[in-house]
C-alpha cells in the first residue's frame, strides 16, 4: 500500500513538472504570421481555430465583420478588447495584430491573430495553442469571447 501510494506520488510530481515545463517551452515560440497574405492554416492537432479554414474543416471558425462601431482602424479595438482579456498585443500593423494569452497555472501561450480584410469587410482570426495537443476548447472559446466583445463595445 504505502509503494502504490509512494508510485502515485512520483506519478503526479512528474506530471506536474512536465506541465511547467511545456509552459516555459511554450514561452520561445511565436505566432507564425502571414502566409501569402492569409493567416497561416492550422495543424492538424485539435488546439487551433481560424476563420480562413475550410467551412467543413473542424478547426473552422467564422470571421468577424467589421462594423462602423471599430472605426476607422478595426484593430485598434481588438487592441483593447485583447488587453481587457489580460492577452499582449506583440505586433501590430494596418492589417495584422499578433497577441498572446497565457494561462494562469502553468504558463501556456496562446497565439491569436487577427487579420483585416478590407475588402469583404471581415477581420479574420487564428487562435492556436503552441504546446500541446488538447486545448479543451479554450481557442474556440476566447475567440468567441473576443466577438461577443466586440460587437457589444
Do not use: W
Not at 492550422?42 to 487551433?48: G, L, T
Not at 467564422?62 to 481588438?78: D, S, Y
Not at 482570426?125 to 486545448?135: E, L, T
Amino acid at each position: 500500500m504505502k509503494r502504490a501510494l509512494l508510485g502515485l506520488i512520483i506519478l503526479i510530481t512528474v506530471v506536474i513538472v512536465a506541465f511547467f515545463a511545456m509552459g516555459l517551452y511554450s514561452e520561445t515560440g511565436s505566432a507564425p504570421g502571414l502566409a501569402n497574405g492569409q493567416l497561416e492554416s492550422c495543424p492538424s492537432k485539435p488546439n487551433c481555430v481560424s476563420s480562413e479554414s475550410s467551412p467543413s474543416d473542424k478547426h473552422s471558425i467564422a470571421a468577424m465583420t467589421i462594423t462602423p462601431a471599430m472605426g476607422e482602424e478595426p484593430l485598434l479595438k481588438v487592441k483593447e478588447v485583447v488587453e481587457l482579456l489580460g492577452g499582449d498585443v506583440n505586433y501590430a500593423d494596418d492589417n495584422y495584430m499578433a497577441s498572446t494569452f497565457t494561462s494562469e497555472l502553468f504558463g501556456f501561450v496562446d497565439d491569436v491573430e487577427f487579420r483585416v480584410d478590407q475588402g469583404s469587410g471581415l477581420l479574420h482570426v487564428r487562435s492556436a495553442s503552441r504546446v500541446g495537443y488538447s486545448d479543451l476548447d479554450a481557442n474556440r472559446k476566447r475567440v468567441e469571447q473576443i466577438r461577443q466583445l466586440l460587437s457589444t463595445n
